[in-house]
């Protein structure tokens, strides 16, 4: 987001987690993008990669949770954008992998189109703040180190 829409009060309801992980940039956006490494560290299946148009399933047993995501679009090594969510709450979620180096790459995860009052927006923004801050923590923890921190499922304990 620019400045000027930042400033925007309809703007301002949205999440942001960013964290710097020493891969470079094509291995995060596919870690991203493949759910066969995607599934080592947020959801536990998914029923397809992600592909500019198409859509696909994410699903996390563990929570017996299931969403459907549609991706708007996909610059690769740069820009990942899906909606997601279900009925009447479909939100928009929008990776930016910057390469700092050749083994660094930061990734910022801005997750906006929320609605509702004011205690839902703030429920809605600190919730996905949280989670999205949860998937980077786990993301580099398994592509720097190979370590699977399960904590995504550690979340809520059942």
């Known amino acids: 987001m620019d400045r000027e829409t930042e400033n925007k009060p309809e703007?301002?309801?949205?999440a942001k987690a960013e964290m710097l992980i020493r891969k470079p940039a094509k291995e995060?956006?596919?870690a991203i993008i493949n759910p066969d490494i995607t599934t080592n560290f947020w959801f536990t299946?998914?029923?397809g990669r992600l592909d500019a148009n198409k859509e696909v399933e994410w699903v996390w047993e563990m929570y017996n949770h299931r969403v459907p995501?549609?991706?708007k679009s996909i610059?690769?090594?740069e820009k990942i954008i899906i909606d997601w969510g279900n009925d009447g709450e479909l939100t928009t979620v929008e990776?930016?992998?910057k390469n700092i180096h050749d083994n660094e790459t930061f990734l910022s995860?801005?997750?906006s189109g929320f609605t509702g009052g004011q205690d839902k927006l703030i429920a809605q923004v600190r919730d996905s703040t949280e989670g999205f801050t949860i998937v980077l923590a786990g993301l580099k923890a398994w592509l720097e180190f190979g370590i699977r921190l399960n904590l995504v499922a550690d979340r809520f304990p059942q």
Do not use: G
């Open 11 to 14: 703007a301002q309801n949205y």
């Open 69 to 71: 995501v549609f991706v």
């Open 75 to 77: 610059q690769l090594p």
């Open 28 to 30: 995060v956006f596919e």
């Open 95 to 97: 990776w930016t992998f």
């Open 45 to 47: 299946k998914a029923s």
């Open 109 to 111: 995860i801005v997750h």
